[in-house]
């Protein structure tokens, strides 16, 4: 069993930075499959970012690419989402989510993840 808890959303501006975290207990996320997804009101939820297990660089959704940074660090059990030029359409619930089975194809897919956060708010007015 994994909790996740993520961390760090707020209310910012268009063009301005936040850092999310997701602390993971029950279980070491180093083999893990972690992402991160989002979900705005009135939306289909949305794949923000996945790092595969271990060894392998962070995939990123569409949307986010070259504005979001996600990592990994393996001490702290604890994944991270840097976002960076905010814009409004960022707006959303940002989920944590974690699983040891998915396979690679099936990343962007949230349906595969079988450990969620809570979720943060991210709100970014223009």
């Known amino acids: 069993q994994v909790q996740l808890v993520e961390s760090g959303g707020g209310l910012v501006q268009a063009g301005d930075s936040l850092r999310l975290s997701c602390a993971a207990t029950?279980?070491?996320?180093?083999?893990?499959?972690m992402a991160w997804f989002r979900q705005a009101p009135g939306k289909e939820r949305e794949f923000v970012a996945a790092?595969?297990?271990?060894?392998?660089?962070?995939v990123y959704g569409t949307a986010v690419k070259g504005r979001f940074t996600m990592s990994k660090d393996n001490a702290k059990n604890t994944v991270y989402l840097q976002m960076d030029s905010l814009k409004p359409e960022d707006t959303a619930v940002y989920y944590c989510?974690?699983?040891?089975?998915?396979?690679?194809?099936?990343?962007?897919?949230?349906?595969?993840?079988?450990?969620w956060g809570q979720g943060t708010q991210v709100t970014v007015s223009s």
């Open positions: 989510a974690a699983d040891s089975r998915i396979i690679l194809s099936s990343l962007r897919s949230g349906e595969n993840y079988d450990y």
């Open positions: 029950g279980r070491t996320i180093s083999g893990t499959t």
């Open positions: 790092i595969f297990r271990r060894g392998y660089s962070p």
